[in-house]
């Protein structure tokens, strides 16, 4: 099975940073991973799919990038709504997720 | 707009049995692949089970596996997930959601709670 881990676990931010997460497969997934954000009660959102194709309706400061083993979710000017847990998930041929990142308010 | 609304959440004793369900809206339901994925308290996201189109292709989780059983009704736009011999740590928030390469729309969950 295809393991996932992203790093960092917790993130301090301040409104207006650029923030960078990244995520690693065990093994190559190609392009086949997908970012998330969930808020606290909610369901996930879908933010990048095919590591860097942008979901309708996501704002442009989300990008995504890489492919292989390693990836990263990029925010740039953070926004007060953007503090959420952010989780990727590769999709080549199963399904797995990483176990998050947490975006916090420094 | 699409929409996906579970049910059929619930306390259950260890070694029970429940049916969730998920009804679809505002898509053509049998043109998409579907998930379920669930969220132990505090915890991350967990992937359990996947089906197909006309239901050719089903996984699921390691975790899952010889438990639960997921299916589709595709005239009635609804996925199902038969969850038998539940345990403790299947204790979760359960959410269906629609696959496009990434799962571009997820129900509200439903609770489900496993204990004596």
């Known amino acids: 099975d295809i393991q996932m881990t992203q790093s960092p676990s917790t993130l301090s931010a301040s409104v207006g940073d650029r923030v960078t997460i990244t995520c690693r497969a065990s093994?190559?997934?190609?392009?086949?991973l997908a970012w998330y954000q969930q808020k606290p009660g909610k369901a996930p959102k879908l933010l990048i799919y095919k590591a860097s194709s942008l979901e309708s309706g996501v704002p442009s400061r989300f990008s995504g990038s890489g492919s292989g083993t390693e990836f990263t979710l990029t925010i740039n000017s953070l926004q007060p709504d953007d503090f959420a847990t952010y989780y990727c998930e590769q999709y080549n041929g199963n399904f797995t997720f990483g176990p998050g990142t947490k975006v916090d308010i420094k | 707009e699409a929409q996906l609304v579970e049910s059929g959440g619930g306390l259950v004793q260890p070694g029970g049995s429940l049916r969730l369900s998920c009804a679809a809206s505002g898509f053509t339901f049998s043109n998409f692949e579907m998930h379920w994925v669930r969220q132990a308290p505090g915890k991350g996201l967990e992937w359990i089970s996947y089906?197909?189109?006309?239901?050719?292709?089903?996984f699921y989780a390691d975790s899952v596996k010889g438990r639960f059983t997921i299916s589709r009704d595709d005239a009635k736009r609804s996925l199902f997930l038969q969850m038998d011999s539940l345990r403790v740590e299947d204790t979760a928030v359960y959410y269906c959601?629609?696959?496009?390469?990434?799962?571009?729309?997820w129900g509200q969950g439903t609770q489900v709670t496993v204990s004596s």
């Open positions: 959601a629609r696959d496009t390469g990434g799962k571009d729309y």
């Open positions: 089906i197909s189109t006309r239901s050719s292709v089903i």
């Open positions: 093994q190559s997934i190609s392009v086949w």
